[in-house]
């Protein structure tokens, strides 16, 4: 037996085939996260990595295993199956229970048709103390190198076990098990480093992006996200004649708010406006999206709304932030919003000609009493 044969092709054949599975899973999770961040829901990445590494992992797991099950060669892929506990475990942090674990479990072993099998329930219980284990070890940071002193020292414990309960079912040669052993550290080690700099960049990825596309105090989106989103719809409405309502919304008095009462009550009262308002835009149509624009103006982009349709919804978010009671720092707060709209003309050459049209309307209704919409 060669050093070629036992480890330098079975270990890059298996780096590869594991990079590629994570490749593809962050390839995935990823499209899933911007898809949904162009249509401003503002997706929890942790939680989709979470789910969709979940169910992506079972799936490989039941693809690998089925393909080996009831061979001489089903001891094949434990390393794969070390690599999956380690990474739902330790790099996805889910918050499994003992009683779906067991559920998980049996439902493997009906596939596999191994319920009745021994050496299969002992397998199940190694997994299962496998599996809390590395949470255990993942909740508890140190230093980068503590933490992969620790990670190393428990996944070779258990890769050690799972291995020797692999050698006593198959009979399999110590020299087998040592090499298959060297693999598990191998690949674990090389998953280590990969899976942490991609998690890594997600963060920081995440935080640039909701950095530039939301507003921190409201969160909701941003004249950033806005301009983007504006000059789209516009293109897209102008090759398309369809309709396309603007409205800018402008908090009334707001200077006095913040010059009587202090800027954190005028802080309090920009993001409850924008809550409220992002509330009763999500009853009305989930597909619409608010904009901070300014400070203490917002936007909406009504895409293939006309003005006429629009302006029922309009009195609707002026009345929810008139009816809603705004309370901070012992004082009642009465909030009116003025509202300039207009609707795309075929003469509008550019996305300004709109935006400039909804701006001197909503001029003119601050200028003409507050408390009011101008659309024309």
């Known amino acids: 037996m060669t050093w070629s ?40 990445a942790a939680a989709i990595r979470t789910n969709v590494g979940l169910i992506y992992m079972v799936i490989i797991l039941i693809i690998s295993q089925t393909s080996v099950s009831g061979t001489a060669y089903s001891w094949a892929f434990t390393n794969f199956q070390i690599f999956a506990i ?74 050690a076990i799972l291995w020797g309960l692999m050698g006593a079912q198959f009979h399999l040669p110590l020299t087998t098990l040592a090499w298959e052993l060297v693999f598990s550290f191998f690949i674990l080690s090389m998953m280590y480093v990969y899976v942490d700099s991609l998690l890594a960049g997600a963060d920081t990825l995440a935080q640039l992006t909701y950095t530039t596309n939301y507003d921190d105090l409201t969160g909701v989106n941003n004249y950033y996200a806005f301009k983007n989103d504006f000059d789209q719809a516009f293109k897209k409405a102008t090759g398309t004649q369809s ?56 936007t909406i982009l009504f895409t293939d709304y006309t003005t006429e349709q629009a302006t029922g919804l309009i009195t609707t978010l002026t009345e929810s932030i008139r009816q809603h009671t705004f309370h901070h720092g012992g004082q009642d707060l009465n909030v009116r919003l003025s509202v300039g709209g207009t609707q795309r003309q075929p003469d509008d050459r550019e996305a300004v000609d709109l935006f400039r049209r909804a701006d001197q309307n909503l001029y003119y209704a601050k200028q003409h009493g507050r408390d009011q919409v101008k659309i024309n």
């Open 243 to 298: 309709p396309l309502t603007l409205m800018l919304f402008d908090i009334d008095h707001f200077k006095h708010v913040n010059d009587t009462y202090g800027h954190l009550t005028g802080d309090y009262v920009l993001n409850h406006v924008a809550q409220t308002m992002m509330h009763t835009l999500a009853e009305l149509d989930s597909e619409l999206v608010l904009y901070r624009t300014g400070g203490e103006e917002f």
């Open 5 to 44: 044969k036992w480890f330098v092709a079975p270990a890059i054949t298996s780096l590869f085939f594991l990079l590629g599975v994570l490749t593809l899973y962050w390839f995935i999770t990823n499209k899933i996260i911007q898809h949904l961040d162009r249509q401003h829901r503002q997706p929890n």
């Open 86 to 159: 380690v990474f739902v475990s330790y790099f996805l942090m889910l918050e499994i229970q003992l009683w779906q674990l067991l559920i998980a479990i049996g439902l493997f072993m009906g596939i596999n048709e191994t319920m009745g099998n021994g050496w299969s329930w002992l397998f199940a219980s190694v997994y299962v103390a496998f599996y809390f284990v590395m949470k255990l070890v993942k909740t508890h940071h140190h230093h980068r190198w503590t933490d992969f002193l620790d990670f190393t020292i428990a996944t070779l414990f258990f890769s």
